[in-house]
């Protein structure tokens, strides 16, 4: 655990010394987040070590709820520092959106998901929440109740097919999510025996707690907190979406003559296996494991051979999948070996 922590925490301390006192601490957060967790994953190439699935992880469940719960005062910080009243010049605001959008989307969205995926319901509720203070509490539905039933078929908004660039998925993945978790949900509860009252739909939620959060950040910062605390939503939003387009790309499910997609199995989720990157988003790189056992807390997620392999780190695919043309001419020969071997098998 002790790799996790460091992961998670240092830069979240060093985002926190950064707000505070500005300077040279906004640009050693930003580059921890970067460059240090780039050249970490290039010195370490495989995190090999494998746990028991079944065991259990009480400080994994620690950290997780530790951070889930830090991540509320802190996006508080984060617009007062970016938006609000810390005297910070212009440059080092801008350091700090990017640091903070960077940390709620590669630490907090790891954070959220694996709290959404407990059994106790109210780490459950603390995962929504997270989500909802990133302004995209829908994903927790539409990731539950969507994605992991219809992942790698056209009835997934999250699963990009071959050819499709980011830019193109992003702009009709996120009100797909949106909708598709909320036909889910509503179709849940139409299923109750005795329907829940309308104020308890799991939406209702998201958007008034969306909108509790645009009122604390103007009463934070004014104009100027609404917009920095819009730019830090949008920049971790932005994380969350290139983190499912760079975890599904092109891996389609086979379809019977009935129409049945097969199950879904190791092979429909890129992976990287870098050591760093993967501490850091509580092993969510590690996603063939996680789909085909939801359940399996994140310190005992394993890598086998026959789990898809990103060809360069998560982080540094990201910025790739931001360049469409070079993100399909890295991503051609390894998505043709998968096609190949999915013939062969």
Known sequence: MIFFDIATLLPLLLLVAGALFGGAWVWVAVLCITVLTWALDHLVQRAAARRDPGSEFPAGTGLAVGLGLAMLPLMALAVWAVGGGSGHDTVHRLGLLVGFGLFYGQVGHPCAHELIHKPARWQQMLGRVVYVVMLIGHHASSHLRVHHRHVGTEADPASAPAGLGFWRYAVRAWPGSFMAGLRAESALRARAQVPPPGWTHPYVGYVTGALFCLLLAVLIGGVLGLLAYLGIAAYAQLQILLSDYLQHYGLRR?????????????????????????????????????????????????????MPTLPRTVPVMAV?????PLWHRMMARPLARWSQDRQEN
Do not use: C
């Open 254 to 306: 086979k379809v019977d003559a009935d129409g049945r997609p097969e199950p879904v199995g190791p092979r429909h989720s890129w992976n990287g296996p870098q050591f760093w990157s993967s501490a850091m988003m509580l092993n969510a790189p590690r996603h063939s494991h996680h789909h085909t056992n939801p359940g399996v807390p994140y310190p005992a997620l394993d890598l086998t051979g026959d």
């Open 320 to 324: 790739v999948a931001l360049i469409p």
